[in-house]
């Protein structure tokens, strides 16, 4: 398997380790991310940022803005809790956290101000076993607000910048551009929408299903595997969730 799912040697000895020890994973904490689109001159494009190589967590990778679930985002407030709950497949306490995360997140981040009407779910992801710091993350799509403009206001980038996916996901296979397998395979999905308009089309006819990927140990490479390859989970000793 070629790509950015085989792993770099650093990561696929976290692996080996994690296997060798015989420990069960950490929890995964809730995490919300916030997917910003725009319409440019080439077709829609995507807000993303270079993670700084001090970070704890993907550092050095292309990311969208956001972060975990904070005790903040737990607390009561005037969203609908039980149609966010309905629409993200959780409780009412556990949807509102990943929506105000979201909404807060992209504000501290990038000085953005989004409503919950904004947002559109798009993807949930959660890290493998293997890593010490494992998140349950909820992606959003969210079109950039009339009038607002993002600005690094975080500190937790590098570099920040407006990709066309189609090029940025090109990058990646060619190992030019690091970024985790959720990133890469929202842009290849945003790849073939020609607009904004068209990805919140597509937005609201998703079906999510929660992706936990799992990975397979050739002796020489790890790489990673997710629900619909051959062999999913591979080498995962645990359950499928």
Do not use: K, N
Not at 109 to 136: H, M, N, Q
Not at 218 to 230: A, F, R
Request: no cysteine; proline share 10%; glycine share 10%.
């Amino acid at each position: 398997m070629t790509g950015p799912r085989v792993l770099p040697p650093a990561l696929a000895e976290r692996v080996r380790a994690y296997v060798a020890a015989g420990h069960g994973p950490v929890p995964a904490r809730p995490a919300a991310t916030v997917v910003l689109v725009r319409d440019g001159e080439g077709g829609v494009e995507v807000y993303v940022q270079r993670r700084h190589a001090s970070m704890p967590f993907a550092a050095g990778m292309l990311a969208f803005p956001g972060g975990r679930v904070d005790p903040v985002d737990l607390e009561p407030w005037d969203g609908d809790d039980a149609a966010w709950a309905a629409r993200l497949g959780t409780d009412h306490q556990a949807a509102r956290g990943f929506v105000r995360a979201a909404i807060r997140e992209l504000s501290e981040e990038t000085g953005l101000d989004l409503r919950p009407s904004d947002l559109l779910p798009w993807a949930r992801w959660v890290t493998p076993r293997f890593e010490p710091r494992r998140y349950d993350t909820w992606f959003f799509l969210a079109s950039l607000p009339a009038g607002q403009l993002p600005q690094d206001v975080s500190g937790e980038a590098e570099s920040v910048a407006w990709v066309r996916p189609a090029d940025e996901a090109a990058r990646a296979w060619r190992g030019e551009s690091l970024m985790m397998p959720p990133t890469r395979i929202v842009l290849e999905e945003l790849a073939g929408l020609g607009a904004v308009a068209a990805a919140v089309a597509a937005a609201h006819g998703r079906v999510i299903e929660t992706i936990l990927p799992g990975w397979v140990d050739d002796g020489t490479e790890i790489s990673i595997v997710l629900p619909g390859d051959d062999g999913y989970p591979g080498d995962d000793p645990g359950d499928l969730l």
